[in-house]
């Protein structure tokens, strides 16, 4: 498992989510199975656990478990399987980063580490949308909203009319191609920050990450207990602020939506005013924890 992916906040994430050793869970990002074993190791012989993934590497982490139950599908889908199961949930967990293993395996796309790998990026190897077709023939419009949007890409604009131009040339296929294309937006001594910019934008397109952050974060809640609680581990401000806006006012947008009595109507109530960070020798063991923040939320008693 930790060759596969670190997990990030074990502790702190586990600690918040269990409350009930009997009870039901969702691990909705499955990843190398980190958090999962955590809260197996938590769970007396009646509790269970439901694990989401839709990276089928990932799957092929699972222990042998029979409070266990993998689905091979996007987390967004959670409330669909509660219902078909006949569960509600103690508590539902997600850690929104990228997998350690997606990231450092050339193949996937996902790193500008990887000079001639393909543009990827797929977390589920099986859909049909790729980097390589959002970077080909998306207009350029589109370009510039994405990195724009999902990137916060200074000069954004110009960067799309750059991959536009590239492409008039010859296809871009691979990580290198991209790179050269937008070579001369890359500043000196920081370049990395400027790409991993751009491959989050694509990512995030050919993930669809912030409308399945959306869909996830209104299904857990409606598959929550009442007093069950919602853990989310998110790594980007784009990210954090949906979830940190549904806590507040059960929408991504944080808008306040009110009763006829004027009371705010939202499922939830948060656990935790500020996000939970990890400690300095989390950091130092792992860097892509650095960015990392923890949400806990409980889901109010029906009114």
Do not use: W
Request: charged share 25%; aromatic share 6%; net charge neutral.
């Amino acid at each position: 498992m930790s060759e596969y992916h670190i997990p990030v906040l074990l502790a702190e994430s586990v600690s918040a989510l269990v409350t009930n050793p009997d009870g039901i869970y969702a691990d909705a990002t499955f990843g190398g199975g980190g958090h999962t074993a955590a809260i197996l190791s938590r769970l007396h012989d009646g509790g269970k656990l439901i694990a989401f993934d839709r990276d089928s590497d990932a799957l092929a982490n699972a222990p042998k478990d029979a409070r266990l139950t993998l689905i091979h599908n996007n987390f967004r889908f959670i409330e669909n399987y509660a219902a078909q199961l006949g569960v509600q949930f103690d508590g539902v967990l997600a850690d929104l980063g990228v997998s350690s293993h997606q990231f450092d395996t050339a193949g996937r796309g996902f790193s500008f580490r990887f000079e001639d790998a393909p543009l990827d990026m797929r977390m589920n190897q099986q859909a049909r949308l790729t980097a390589e077709e959002v970077v080909n023939s998306y207009p350029e419009a589109d370009l510039e909203r994405i990195l724009r949007l999902y990137g916060e890409v200074d000069g954004a604009r110009n960067m799309a009319r750059l991959i536009a131009q590239a492409r008039t040339q010859a296809a871009l296929h691979t990580t290198g191609d991209l790179d050269r294309a937008i070579a001369r937006m890359l500043p000196k001594n920081a370049e990395h920050k400027v790409l991993a910019k751009v491959y989050q934008a694509l990512r995030i397109e050919v993930n669809q990450e912030m409308r399945s952050l959306e869909k996830f974060l209104d299904g857990a809640t409606r598959s929550l207990k009442p007093g069950g609680r919602l853990v989310v581990i998110t790594y980007h401000s784009l990210e954090d602020r949906m979830v940190k806006n549904f806590i507040k006012t059960g929408n991504v947008d944080g808008e306040q939506r009110k009763d006829a009595f004027g009371r705010i109507q939202t499922p939830l109530e948060a656990v935790n005013r500020k996000p939970v960070v990890p400690e300095e020798s989390e950091i130092e063991r792992n860097t892509r924890a650095r960015s990392a923040k923890l949400r806990i939320a409980e889901r109010r008693a029906e009114q």
